[in-house]
C-alpha cells in the first residue's frame, strides 16, 4: 500500500537526515550537571533568538507551558487564556494540578484575546475572588485556525498586563509559524512577553523537545521544577543537536507549508458541502466544516483515510488539515484530489 498522506498535524514530521546526522555525532554529557555542551548550546541559542536572558529544553510542550505557569503564579489564582486554549482544553489540567491555578476563560472568534476583554477579568485580592496570576496568549493559535497575533493588539495586552503588576506567558508551540506569517522576527513578536514556550518537534522537524525561554531568574527556578516533573534529562545532546537544526535551519521553509494550506483552502472552499473562508488562512492550519456533506467530521475522516489522506475531526462537523515539510506539494495536490473524489461519490 503506498504511503499515507498524514494531515492531521505537523507533530508526525519526521527527523531530517541532516538531523539523524547530528544526532549521531552529538557530543553530550549529563545535563542535570548542566554538562551536556550540546544542552547548552541549544538554551544558549533559543534565548538569544528569542531576546531573553535564558532557555530551558523541555521534553514536550506541555511540560513547557505547565512550567511556565507555574513560574509566575501561586496556588489559588485565576491564569486568564481563551476558551479553546490549549493550556485549558489539551493538558490535562495541569495547571490545576501542578500550579494549583484555575482558567478564567474567556470566548473569542479566532482564539486572540485584546486587552479590554482581558482587563475586564482581572480580578484584585480580596475575600472573594481569586486574584489573577497570569495572563497566557496562543500564538499562532490552534483551534482558532492557525491564527495569528497582530502585533499592536499582542502588545496592548503586555503593556496592560504590566501596568497592573501581571505577567504574560506565550504557548508559542508554533510562535515560528507565525513569525513567518506576520513577516517578523520571532524575538520582535516576544518582546514584551515574559516568558516564551515553543515546539522544536512541530512544523520545525526536531523529533522531541520545546524551549521554555524569559529572565534567567525564572528559568532557573523552571529547572528545578522540570526535575520535579521528570524532565531532567542526562545525554539530552543526542536531541539537542536535532533541535539546533530545527532551530536555526527550519524556520525559513516554513512559508512552504503556509503556501500549501492556502493552495488546500482556495480549493476545497469551492467544493459543495464544505464551508471554509480560504482568505482567513495564516499560517498551517485549515479548519473546515463538512456540515453540507452527508457525513459527520469522524466519517469524512475515516472515508479520507480510505483513500490514503490522513486529517482530525475537531468537532462534530469540522475537520482540520496541518501542512507540513512531510506533505510537500504534490503530497497536498494529491490530498485535494483525493477530497474531490470522495465528494463525487456523496
Ligand atoms: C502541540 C501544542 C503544545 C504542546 O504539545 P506537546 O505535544 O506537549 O509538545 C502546546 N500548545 C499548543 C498550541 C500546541 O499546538
Known amino acids: 500500500m503506498a504511503e499515507m498522506i498524514d494531515l492531521r498535524s505537523d507533530t508526525v514530521t519526521r527527523p531530517t537526515a541532516e538531523m539523524r546526522e547530528a544526532m549521531a555525532a552529538a557530543i553530550v554529557g549529563d545535563d542535570v550537571y548542566r554538562e551536556d555542551p550540546t544542552i547548552n548550546r541549544l538554551e544558549e541559542r ?9 532557555g530551558l529544553f523541555v521534553p514536550t510542550g506541555v ?3 505547565t512550567i511556565g505557569i507555574k513560574i509566575h503564579t501561586e496556588h489559588g489564582q485565576e491564569v486568564i487564556c481563551d476558551s479553546r486554549g490549549h493550556i485549558l482544553n489539551y493538558e490535562l489540567s495541569m495547571m490545576a494540578w501542578f500550579a494549583g491555578c484555575v482558567a478564567r476563560a474567556i470566548p473569542t472568534q479566532d482564539g486572540l484575546l ?3 476583554r482581558v482587563k475586564a477579568e482581572i480580578r484584585p485580592l480580596g475575600p472573594h475572588a481569586a486574584p489573577t496570576g497570569l495572563i497566557e496568549v496562543e500564538n499562532s493559535h490552534n483551534v482558532g485556525g492557525g491564527t495569528v497575533y497582530p502585533q499592536s493588539q499582542l502588545d496592548e495586552i503586555c ?3 504590566h501596568s497592573m503588576g501581571l505577567p504574560v506567558h506565550m504557548d508559542g508551540a508554533r510562535l515560528f509559524n507565525a513569525a513567518a506569517a506576520a513577516k517578523r522576527g520571532v ?3 516576544t518582546a514584551k512577553v515574559d516568558t516564551v514556550m515553543f515546539c522544536l518537534s512541530k512544523g520545525l522537524g526536531a523529533p522531541v523537545g520545546s524551549m521554555l525561554v524569559g529572565p534567567q531568574a525564572l528559568i532557573d527556578k523552571g529547572r528545578l521544577y522540570r526535575k520535579r516533573l521528570g524532565g531532567g534529562m542526562r545525554q539530552a545532546g543526542i536531541l539537542a543537536a536535532a533541535g539546533l537544526i530545527a532551530l536555526e535551519k527550519m524556520p525559513a521553509r516554513l512559508e512552504e507549508d503556509h503556501a500549501n494550506a492556502r493552495m488546500i483552502a482556495n480549493r476545497i472552499s469551492t467544493l459543495p458541502g464544505i464551508t471554509l473562508d480560504a482568505s482567513k488562512i495564516a499560517t498551517n492550519i485549515l479548519i473546515f466544516d463538512v456540515a453540507g456533506t ?14 490514503g489522506v490522513l486529517m482530525i475531526p475537531f468537532g462534530p462537523t469540522l475537520v482540520r488539515i496541518v501542512t507540513h515539510y512531510d506533505a510537500p506539494k504534490a503530497a497536498c495536490e494529491i490530498a485535494i484530489e483525493k477530497i474531490e473524489e470522495m465528494l463525487k461519490q456523496s
Open 46 to 54: 533559543a534565548a538569544e533568538i528569542m531576546g531573553k536572558e535564558a
Open 63 to 65: 511540560m513547557g507551558n
Open 114 to 116: 485584546d486587552w479590554a
Open 159 to 161: 503593556d496592560g498586563a
Open 187 to 189: 524575538a520582535e513578536i
Open 294 to 307: 452527508p457525513w459527520s467530521a469522524a466519517e469524512f475522516c475515516e472515508r479520507m483515510a480510505v483513500h
